[in-house]
């Protein structure tokens, strides 16, 4: 497990650099920067908070934006709790877990779990959370004391890493075509939906329709294979 | 409700209270929504299907409307870039850390070369 979790854990770091970075731009200070990472561990979330108050968004408001934005981790827990769950999990650690979940977690656990015994798979889990919890700290401490030393090209090169880590991250934990189905259509939709439905609600939109039409298309190829 | 966000209370409330509770709350939720889903339950196949696109989603957000240096790249660049990943991806067997480096490569290189 730690040379095979290394590579992601350093990538979600570097990603986070930028998030340090968005932090002092938007006033916060290092530690609240650091603290951002530690509560909200989501790189998404934080980016939209720290742009929302860079651009004296009303809180409100950012909370909402927050909010809906964060509704994807009901599919993304709900997805991953049952496969580490045992009898005996209790519900703090079942909230804990909960916590931990975000894009790199999940997308390495739903792709390494099943190959790991029922007993082993929490332990791999928090492990691998925890590294990535340290890496993250660092590095969003890291960015937000070095931003404005980056040039542009860099510091745009660091904000793209999470997009493309994503994008790879979710092809390469794709088995059947309804999980690239569903990456590929949440793509080219997205314009549509950014267009189309309310302010805020754009994403959630998006997650459902794309989610769910590839999940139709994966199950008329089921039946064609069965028939 | 405003104030200084470089130290005192006021930047640990807002980060808590805006940002941390609106989010947490949805964690918190789906424990007791997950709670007797069998691991091989057919709607988890759905809800993963609209996890994978939730994702994609934000992808998407930070291609076609990217904050900070990002948005210094024009359009072209940017979508340029994620296809030279995702050759650089295919090309290596589905190599992770091949698309990584190759579209880092890319967005880097047309930063200096637009700026």
Redesign the interface.
């Known amino acids: 497990m730690r040379v095979a979790a290394c590579?992601?854990m350093l990538?979600v770091s570097a990603s986070l650099l930028?998030v340090g970075?968005?932090a002092r731009?938007?006033?916060?200070?290092l530690e609240?920067a650091v603290?951002?990472t530690l509560?909200?561990w989501?790189g998404?979330?934080?980016?939209l908070?720290f742009?929302a108050?860079a651009a004296k968004t009303a809180?409100?408001a950012?909370?909402?934006t927050?909010?809906l934005?964060?509704?994807?981790?009901?599919?993304?827990?709900?997805?991953l709790?049952?496969?580490m769950?045992t009898k005996r999990t209790n519900?703090l650690t079942?909230?804990l877990a909960?916590?931990c979940?975000a894009?790199t977690v999940?997308a390495e656990s739903?792709r390494r779990l099943p190959a790991i015994p029922r007993g082993g798979r929490m332990p791999f889990f928090f492990g691998f959370s925890v590294m990535c919890f340290i890496g993250t700290t660092i590095s969003t401490g890291v960015g937000h004391a070095l931003v404005g030393e980056?040039?542009?090209?860099?510091?745009?090169?660091?904000?793209?890493?999470?997009?493309?880590?994503?994008?790879?991250?979710?092809?390469?934990a794709a088995k059947k075509p309804?999980?690239w189905?569903?990456?590929?259509?949440?793509?080219l939709i997205?314009?549509v939906?950014?267009a189309l439905a309310p302010e805020g609600f754009?994403?959630?939109a998006?997650?459902?329709?794309?989610?769910?039409a590839?999940?139709l298309i994966?199950r008329a190829l089921d039946t064609r294979t069965a028939a | 409700m405003t104030g200084d966000l470089s130290h005192g209370t006021w930047p640990w409330v807002a980060l808590i209270l805006f940002g941390f509770l609106p989010s947490e709350i949805w964690r918190t939720l789906s424990i007791f929504l997950s709670r007797g889903v069998d691991e091989n339950a057919p709607i988890l196949g759905w809800v993963r299907a609209v996890a994978t696109a939730l994702l994609a989603g934000v992808v998407a957000k930070l291609l076609l409307s990217p904050n900070g240096a990002l948005a210094a790249i024009p359009l072209a660049g940017r979508v340029g870039a994620m296809a030279v990943g995702l050759v650089a991806f295919w090309a290596t067997r589905r190599s992770v850390l091949a698309a990584v480096l190759a579209a880092e490569a890319a967005i880097v290189g047309v930063g200096y070369w637009v700026g």
């Open positions: 590579g992601p990538i930028g970075g968005m731009a938007a006033g916060f200070s609240s603290a951002s509560l909200l989501a998404p979330a934080q980016l908070f742009s108050v809180w409100p950012i909370a909402l927050i909010s934005s964060s509704v994807r981790f009901v599919p993304m827990c709900v997805a709790l049952p496969m769950r519900t079942l909230l909960a916590h979940v894009v999940w739903m980056l040039p542009t090209p860099l510091a745009a090169g660091l904000l793209f890493l999470t997009p493309i880590y994503f994008v790879a991250t979710l092809l390469r309804v999980d189905l569903a990456l590929l259509i949440g793509l997205a314009p939906t950014q754009d994403l959630l998006l997650g459902v329709v794309a989610g769910t590839a999940t994966q």
